[in-house]
């Protein structure tokens, strides 16, 4: 079993910055950031590999910078220039490398952004 922390959510004026962490009990080949928000499905926001190998969705591109640390197990999220729209839970997701590897997410925490 995996258990994934995050930490680092809250209330954010427009323009401004968080950053959120997440710490992974053991290593694994994939992790990053979904987000959900009220009434809507979950997103893919960033993911990164242990090789630091990078995905953005474009609505976040240029503004949101995945990183990790391999030796703690755990990846950041550093969100700059905030909007409202990017108000949501965002979970921590993670998956062993391989099409049979066992998807693993933490229980979210919130980002609202105010106008």
């Known amino acids: 079993q995996v258990q994934l922390v995050e930490s680092g959510g809250g209330l954010v004026q427009a323009g401004g910055s968080l950053r959120l962490s997440c710490a992974a009990s053991?290593?694994?080949?994939?992790m990053g950031w979904y987000r959900q928000a009220p009434g809507k499905q979950r997103e893919l926001v960033a993911t990164?590999?242990?090789?630091?190998?990078?995905n953005y969705a474009d609505s976040v591109k240029g503004r949101f910078t995945i990183s990790r640390e391999n030796a703690k197990n755990t990846v950041y999220l550093q969100m700059n220039s905030l909007k409202p729209e990017d108000t949501a839970v965002y979970y921590c997701?993670?998956?062993?490398?391989?099409?049979?590897?066992?998807?693993?997410w933490g229980k979210g925490t919130l980002v609202t952004v105010s106008s």
């Open positions: 997701y993670a998956k062993h490398r391989g099409p049979i590897g066992m998807n693993y």
């Open positions: 053991v290593s694994i080949f994939t």
């Open positions: 990164i590999t242990s090789g630091d190998s990078t």
